[in-house]
């Protein structure tokens, strides 16, 4: 193999999982932000409602970061997946990010009226909720396969294409996943009778993400033959066995902190494991597939100038955003004391 072949074929993995990397911190951070909007339908008074929303008012606006470095990303590197994933995925991800605006709005000014603040409660509700649901959807039409055009290299499916019974049950599972991570987050970060109440949601979310884990892990391998022959073919079901099993010893340790009132960090991250670890089953479904299963990596990979010249730029962002990242976490640690916080 010539040793530009070497030096592509390397790039365009590392550039992979670099892509892969940011939207999995984007999804365990963004999540339990998310998942607490959701929450707060739950919590109707005006007390705790300012008390959840403080636990994540210094990180909150951070998290989206990770988003933006991902669909950067994977427009700068791989710029024909980008051109035919964007057109199927339209309507999902056009929701998604007028839910995150509104939601964002709506978390700034509920601060400053008094009057309004129940209308800018329900657009956090509300933007929350969407914009974990698209993402879902956007999620179940990505995994489900794009309707492309081989001779022009572009999408050629319908508008309706990403609306399917897998998609909206991925959606509905993204948003449980959420809820779940909040519920947990708050665990962490609140005391009283806030945390217990997030304690006995986090039960119920928790079962709920289980079963939504199952059903969508079940379903997947039928949608294409690629991932069936992936995850069941000779040796490779005993790698879908030790997946499920590490999720369900993860859900379980989860379950067990629950019960105990001075484990307040280790349901958090038992769920974050769930997700990591499922994440994680994605991506070995897919790989190396950026279209499942139509485009894999190398073909829809940018020139191999321009991904060394974003890579450095990437080296030295990706430090800095870790850095900042973790030391905010870092200074607001701890629990949010009710007196104080965002105004």
Avoid: C
Wanted: proline fraction near 5%.
């Amino acid at each position: 193999m010539p040793l530009t072949e070497g030096i592509s074929f390397d790039l365009t993995v590392i550039w992979a999982f670099l892509i892969a990397f940011a939207v999995l911190v984007y999804v365990i951070l963004d999540g339990f932000d998310l998942g607490l909007g959701m929450l707060f339908a739950a919590e109707p008074e005006t007390e705790d409602r300012d008390v959840m929303m403080n636990s994540v008012a210094p990180v909150w606006d951070g998290n989206e970061t990770w988003l933006v470095l991902g669909g950067g990303g994977l427009f700068a590197a791989f710029p024909l997946a980008y051109s035919l994933i964007l057109p199927a995925l339209y309507a999902p991800i056009i929701a998604m990010l007028l839910a995150l605006i509104f939601r964002g709005v709506a978390f700034e000014f509920r601060w400053r009226t008094t009057r309004w603040r129940p209308v800018w409660d329900l657009a956090f509700i509300g933007g929350s909720a969407l914009a974990a649901l698209s993402q879902g959807i956007a999620l179940g039409g990505l995994l489900q396969g794009i309707v492309i055009d081989e001779v022009r290299r572009a999408y050629s499916g319908g508008w309706w294409d990403w609306l399917t019974p897998f998609t909206l049950l991925v959606g509905v599972a993204v948003m449980v996943g959420y809820m779940l991570l909040g519920a947990t987050w708050l665990v962490m970060k609140t005391s009283g009778p806030l945390q217990d109440r997030m304690r006995t949601r986090a039960w119920i979310l928790g079962l709920a993400t289980v079963g939504f884990i199952g059903a969508v892990s079940l379903w997947t391998p039928f949608l294409q033959d690629g991932y069936y022959s992936r995850w069941f073919g000779g040796i490779r079901i005993v790698l879908a066995a030790g997946v499920a099993a590490a999720v369900l010893a993860l859900a379980f340790g989860m379950f067990r902190t629950l019960r105990v009132k001075h484990h307040d960090y280790w349901p958090f991250i038992f769920a974050l494991g769930m997700f990591v670890l499922s994440f994680v089953g994605l991506g070995i479904s897919m790989f190396p597939y950026i279209v499942p299963t139509q485009i894999t990596i190398w073909e829809a990979a940018a020139p191999e100038a321009s991904q060394i010249f974003m890579l450095i730029g990437a080296a030295v962002l990706i430090p800095i955003i870790l850095i900042y990242t973790a030391y905010s976490y870092w200074v607001f640690r701890g629990k949010v004391d009710p007196s104080e916080g965002y105004h």
